[in-house]
């Protein structure tokens, strides 16, 4: 219960963030990122950080941080009790310190390590039935300002929200993975679970190369923009595979929480820690004799990524808290849309693991280098969404199809995916047009915007259409395209402010 009168303009940004948070919870990552994006808005806070209580061990990893040194900070731990968010997770209480450096709990060393002072610091537990399952913290109020009461108590209340969207995510995200690991035991009718549609050169060339790896134990990483089939690439290697008649298990490494990482690749013993009641089987084990699959790869923190190349070296780990080594027969196929290469040279991926990923690279080609595979594409998301929705819908008109071949498609197949399937649902007649496919907030500007503009004018409405189409792709998660952009979040956030880009309703 607020004990301050709620001003109205805030009540209505606390009502619109429950709103996006409460349809956010099927993807884990976004949500966490929604989270503490809109912690930060409430409190108008510089950098922010979201931790999650680990079970198996009572530490608190940093699962999203956001600010000139977010990516910095992700790396650092805390046992409960040390330092502020340490503090806030053992009493389950929140805390305003507005001189952090005269607060003897203040973890000075990490502040110094990663280059970033911070003068005031607001944190608040994330309960769930009184029970803290995690920390938001919030660092230096913009403006040089200090945290108030008030602050604090606008935080408590979106942070109980927040911890139900959290548990709300990982309870789909559990029955997912069981869903997935029954459906991966059996290769369905047909011989595929989804088609690879294409007919261009540059896609038949990477199919050859994938059959011709499919022959072979080795390991293959997979390397691509987000949205352009790495999935199906390993399906499609494993299908034509001795193995194809063992498991085929899916595992998003990015979806993982940190602390969970390890447990939830290699398994737990009966008693390894205080919630592990029996004993669990990980993605390993259950891949034996199979296949395993590892999406965003570079996701994977150094601690889990030394126990993988163990893995890929003997065949062989040992799951959380047990003494005996198990033995797995598992290819493994990796895929990233980062370049690993930059990941070793900052020292955020093991040099060893890369070259033992790396035995066979296949670099899948982004949909704007095989344009004549889009109206295949396009007419086989038509077929598939018009019988799900039910709906008279045959085609494209001409214009809608002119659309689709000049438009950049920076989701790749996925983001043409769901311009089709949000056509279908927007069709007024059998035929979809370009209007129906909502591309003209986010395809290329044609030579009448740039007509009578300045050089600087013109730049600014490329970079407009640019980056809305960027994060159109991502869901609008801008920590999530400033790394696609290979820009830091906060200039993306001062791009969008100050070239006016609106999320338009229903995107």
Request: hydrophobic share 40%; net charge neutral; charged share 30%.
């Amino acid at each position: 219960m607020l004990r301050f009168t709620p001003d109205r303009e805030k009540l209505a940004v606390l009502l619109d963030i429950y709103v996006r948070i409460n349809s956010a919870w099927t993807d884990r990552t976004g949500l966490l990122t929604l989270i503490i994006e809109s912690a930060s808005e409430l409190t108008g806070g510089e950098a922010s950080s979201l931790m999650l209580v680990n079970p198996e061990n009572g530490k608190l990893y940093f699962e999203i941080a956001l600010g000139p040194k977010g990516p910095s900070v992700k790396r650092f731990s805390l046992n409960l009790g040390e330092g502020i968010a340490g503090w806030v997770a053992e009493k389950n209480t929140a805390l305003i310190v507005n001189d952090a450096a005269a607060d003897p709990r203040f973890r000075r060393d990490i502040a110094e390590q990663i280059g970033y002072p911070a003068s005031s610091i607001l944190a608040v537990p994330m309960r769930l039935k009184d029970r803290c399952v995690g920390v938001i913290e919030i660092l230096n109020k913009k403006g040089g300002r200090t945290f108030t009461e008030e602050d604090l108590e606008w935080l408590e209340v979106f942070s109980t929200q927040a911890a139900i969207a959290i548990q709300n995510a990982g309870t789909y995200q559990q029955v997912s993975d069981e869903l997935a690991r029954l459906r991966d035991r059996q290769v369905p009718p047909g011989g595929s679970w989804h088609e690879l549609v294409g007919e261009s050169r540059q896609l038949k060339e990477k199919l050859e190369i994938a059959r011709k790896a499919a022959e072979t134990d080795s390991s293959v990483l997979l390397l691509g923009e987000s949205g352009t089939g790495k999935e199906l690439f390993a399906e499609q290697i494993h299908l034509a595979s001795p193995r194809r008649d063992g498991p085929f298990i899916r595992v998003n490494c990015a979806a993982l929480p940190e602390g969970l990482l390890e447990s939830e690749l290699f398994g737990h013993v009966r008693g390894a820690f205080t919630d592990a009641a029996a004993e669990r089987r990980g993605r390993f084990e259950l891949a034996d004799g199979g296949t395993i699959f590892l999406d965003e790869i570079a996701d994977i923190p150094l601690t889990v990524q030394a126990k993988l190349l163990r893995v890929l070296q003997s065949r062989s780990f040992e799951p959380v808290g047990a003494d005996e080594p198990r033995v797995v027969d598992v290819r493994i196929i990796a895929a990233t849309n980062r370049e690993l290469g930059e990941e070793v040279s900052a020292g955020r991926f093991r040099t060893d693991l890369f070259y033992r990923l790396n035995v066979l690279p296949i670099r899948i080609p982004p949909l704007r280098e095989r344009r004549e595979d889009i109206p295949l594409l396009a007419e086989h998301f038509l077929r598939r969404h018009a019988a799900e929705a039910k709906k008279p819908v045959r085609g494209f008109t001409s214009g809608a199809m002119e659309a689709m071949l000049s438009y950049a498609w920076p989701g790749n197949v996925r983001e043409l995916a769901n311009a089709v399937e949000r056509a279908v649902v927007f069709a007024r007649g059998e035929l979809i047009d370009a209007d129906e496919l909502t591309l003209s907030g986010s395809a290329g500007p044609g030579d009448e915007a740039y007509a009578g503009r300045t050089l600087r004018e013109a730049l600014a409405v490329f970079k407009r259409h640019f980056i809305k189409s960027a994060l159109e792709a991502n869901g609008w998660h801008q920590t999530r395209t400033a790394r696609e952009l290979s820009i830091q979040r906060s200039y993306l956030s001062k791009l969008v402010k100050e070239l006016g880009i609106i999320r338009e309703r229903g995107v």
